[in-house]
């Protein structure tokens, strides 16, 4: 059980287009979801946290217009990249817990790559 | 000073060996931390929590010293397939985990 899963696992796209990622939590209801960055060698950064159905808490320093978040479901979080640039290239990871629990379960990750 | 620090390795060690890796924490109320292992380009997994009485499962063993802050974890009769870099955690809340930049363990045969 705990299997979160997110789609696209890898893509490339142009610098100023917009790229979407979903992640979903497929046999259990996600109260709360979290949107991760890690860059080479790096430590994963939380960047947003989601609950169903309320606005994303951004961490310092991310823009929240850059990277929407919508979290429309209790199985579904959306990060969409807008206006993609090449140093928005990294490793996007999702996790997602229930309710009242520390242990986040993480999905597969996304690879951005930007040109 | 960091929330969580850790050795970045890379820890070579030939299968059998026993290893053991340390996370400092810079926050002295902390009682509690995961280790997470992560395989090069995917996500982080679970290994286990970390409490003050510690934590045995099979070849691995995770210990908190809080008197000098920090964590350990400990892995015997290492196998190929241990090779990963380990994550310490610290849960901030529970919306927040801090993750430490991860100490890279290859086992070689």
């Known amino acids: 059980g705990a299997v979160v899963s997110q789609h696209p696992s890898w893509v490339i796209c142009k610098s100023g287009t917009s790229v979407k990622i979903e992640c979903r939590s497929l046999?259990?209801?996600?109260?709360?979801m979290f949107w991760y960055r890690q860059f080479p060698k790096q430590s994963l950064m939380l960047m947003a946290t989601s609950n169903e159905g309320s606005k994303a808490t951004y961490e310092q320093g991310v823009e929240k217009d850059k990277f929407l978040i919508n979290h429309a479901s209790l199985t579904l979080s959306t990060l969409t990249v807008t206006s993609a640039h090449p140093e928005d290239s990294s490793f996007y990871i999702c996790s997602a817990r229930v309710r009242s629990s520390y242990e986040q379960y993480f999905g597969p990750g996304t690879r951005l790559t930007v040109t | 000073r960091k929330e969580v620090e850790q050795d970045p390795g890379p820890f070579n060690v030939p299968e059998g060996a026993t290893v053991a890796f340390n996370c400092t924490y810079s926050?002295?109320?902390?009682?509690?931390f995961f280790w997470y292992r992560q395989d090069c380009r995917k996500e982080p997994k679970l290994l286990m929590s970390?409490?003050?009485s510690g934590n045995e499962d099979g070849r691995f063993t995770a210990q908190l010293n809080r008197a000098s802050q920090y964590i350990s974890l400990l892995i015997r009769d290492s196998k190929l397939s241990d090779s990963a870099t380990y994550l310490c955690?610290?849960?901030?809340?529970?919306?927040?985990?801090?993750f430490g930049t991860g100490t890279r363990l290859q086992v070689f045969p």
């Open positions: 955690v610290w849960p901030y809340n529970t919306d927040k985990l801090i």
């Open positions: 970390v409490y003050s």
């Open positions: 046999d259990f209801q996600a109260t709360t």
């Open positions: 926050n002295s109320a902390s009682q509690s």
